[in-house]
DNA sequence: TTATTATATTGCAATATTACGATTAATCAT
DNA sequence: ATGATTAATCGTAATATTGCAATATAATAA
């Protein structure tokens, strides 16, 4: 079908998915990953930087928004992209939870442990 | 189009981007809650669990298995499966890598930090 | 061997995603 | 107002994903 049943599972697991899913495209992650060196973009130096026609940096760009992950403020004609840094926190936790629960393993240990 | 152009990204965006989607469906991020509780588990315990149909479930730990977050061993008639733990690290600590890159705002800080 | 049980694979329909050209909207400079 | 610049939206084509019934495969039991 291509449509996912989310009503079978769990609100965070919903919600996990759906953060991973924003991740789930290099071109998100290279958005970020320039963010996170540049503080700010504007959809215009992205073009330059990625290589993908205007429209697609824009759609990636929204879904960025729609998370909360970035935030953009309209700087004259061009509109200013950053990290939200409390929403980054979050879902840094969201994440954290999940891979700490499992046990670190223990390289001191021995084959009882 | 509908096609990713990973030639234009870095190595790592196509790696972290890769994993990310893995995590972006519930049932699969299901799966490896289930499992870090249990600590394995079989296809037919995930079907009545999770409530979606056995080729389903099947197709979702498969995924999960090309990517190394989980590994199956035959067990008689059915496959156990379980978390491959130096997997699990290393995809932790790709994650992690990418969200402290970020510096955590200081709630001690005053409005010039 | 023949059932039985459990999982994997195949084939297909429905839906989602990706990418981009074309268009629209909004701001600024003249 | 007019033109230039920048970004968002629309429409569309190509591809990917999701879910399941049906079938195939593999291991064990009788």
């Known amino acids: 079908m291509g449509v996912t049943k989310s009503d079978l599972f769990s609100k965070t697991q919903n919600e996990l998915a759906a953060i991973a899913k924003v991740l789930a495209h ?22 330059e930087e990625l290589g993908l026609a205007q429209a697609t940096i824009s759609q990636h760009l929204k879904e960025l928004k729609n998370s ?18 409390g929403r980054w926190e979050e879902i840094k936790g969201i994440f954290n939870t999940l891979f700490e629960s499992y046990p670190t393993p223990d390289p001191n240990c021995g084959p009882n442990c």
Chains 1, 2 share one sequence.
């Open 26 to 47: 290099p071109a998100r992650v290279a958005i970020l990953q320039y963010l996170l060196k540049s503080n700010t973009c504007i959809n215009g130096h992205l073009v």
């Open 68 to 85: 909360g992950i970035i935030q953009g403020t309209i700087e004259g004609v061009s509109v200013s992209y950053c990290i939200n840094p």
